[in-house]
């Protein structure tokens, strides 16, 4: 249970946001608070990549009144609130032991400093840029005059969405990229009936993306390449789409997780091999169509240092509060490779 003595759970969750800022995440992305309420004080906050029920089992032994899971443990929605459903199952331990959960997800992806960044790290890869741009900050100012008792609820909104966030009482104002600005007007009107007024700012700031796409210090075969990431992330198994295993690359492009998606993007940046995971049959057959070689670590070994990363930024940003930061020791890798 939480310490009466211990942080506000906002201050640590404005930590959280710091590090991996809620307006980076991708469009329709599963993120932010899913479980608990921001009025409480913690003093134990667990990281993870998965929240299972043996995670959320560990958080309840250790005392954490936090989790942040960087995969969302309400990813789809709930049918029913039947306990021995194993997803309903987790949230009941949640609850019932008054565990907060924060979910970074693609916010994580995206920040400099982040999962992709740390993929491109383990690759070698040197002069790196993103692999597909997800938007820019500070192009849009949105503001509005809160309805009498809705301003602290459309100002966690817009701090959730936003770049920044200026309040005086009940007039408040978010700066954010154009597309979230649309977005977050029109779930304010809907849900409060207020219309904000919206106006583009002149902007120069510097654009965001997910993946990375770089160069190796000099050329290395597919078949080295993937070899060492086999060691390096620790990965089971590593799956490899080649004409010729032994050709050598030295531009490569990333993208932890699920990567299918962004075939097309790593082909057009000029990739010679992609690195990524959750590689299905018929994108293989695609990428060796189109020559791009493709290295699948897997996911999980694709993301597996987020826990250290979420650790160590958070235990930076709260070096001075009375809290303990700990990494979840459960192995939540699914597969065993015979």
Not at 71 to 95: M, Y
Request: a negative charge; one cysteine or more.
């Amino acid at each position: 249970m939480a310490d009466p003595t211990g942080v506000p759970l906002e201050r640590v969750l404005s930590a959280v946001r710091e590090q991996c800022p809620p307006r980076y995440a991708l469009d329709g992305d599963k993120t932010g608070l899913q479980v608990g309420r921001t009025d409480r004080r913690i003093d134990r906050v667990l990281t993870t990549l998965d929240l299972t029920l043996e995670v959320a089992e560990e958080a309840r032994d250790l005392g954490a009144g936090l989790i942040v899971s960087h995969h969302a443990v309400i990813f789809r929605s709930l049918r029913h609130l039947r306990t021995d459903d194993f997803k309903v199952k987790i949230l009941e331990v949640l609850l019932k032991h008054e565990i907060a959960v924060y979910v970074p997800h693609t916010a994580m992806d995206v920040v400099a400093g982040g999962m992709n960044d740390a993929l491109a790290a383990a690759v070698g890869l040197l002069e790196t840029r993103f692999l597909e741009e997800t938007g820019r900050d500070a192009g849009v100012l949105v503001t509005l005059q809160a309805p009498a008792g809705t301003a602290d609820a459309i100002a966690s909104l817009c701090q959730e969405r936003g770049e920044s966030l200026d309040r005086e009482g009940d007039r408040i104002a978010a700066t954010l990229d154009a597309k979230r600005a649309r977005s977050l007007a029109q779930a304010i009107e809907k849900r409060w009936g207020v219309e904000p007024h919206v106006l583009r700012l002149e902007s120069h700031a510097p654009r965001r993306g997910i993946g990375r796409v770089g160069k190796l210090s000099s050329p290395t075969s597919l078949l080295d390449l993937a070899t060492r990431l086999k060691t390096e992330l620790e990965a089971p198994g590593v799956r490899l789409v080649a004409l010729d295993p032994g050709a050598k690359v030295k531009k490569v492009a990333v993208l932890c997780g699920d990567g299918r998606s962004f075939l097309n993007a790593a082909c057009f940046a000029g990739a010679q091999a992609f690195v990524t995971g959750d590689v299905d049959h018929h994108t293989a057959l695609e990428a060796r169509a189109r020559g791009l070689a493709l290295i699948d670590v897997g996911h999980w070994a694709s993301e597996r240092h987020v826990s250290t990363l979420l650790c160590e930024g958070l235990r930076e940003r709260l070096a001075d509060e009375p809290i303990e930061i700990v990494q979840s020791t459960v192995d939540t890798q699914p597969f065993r490779f015979l």
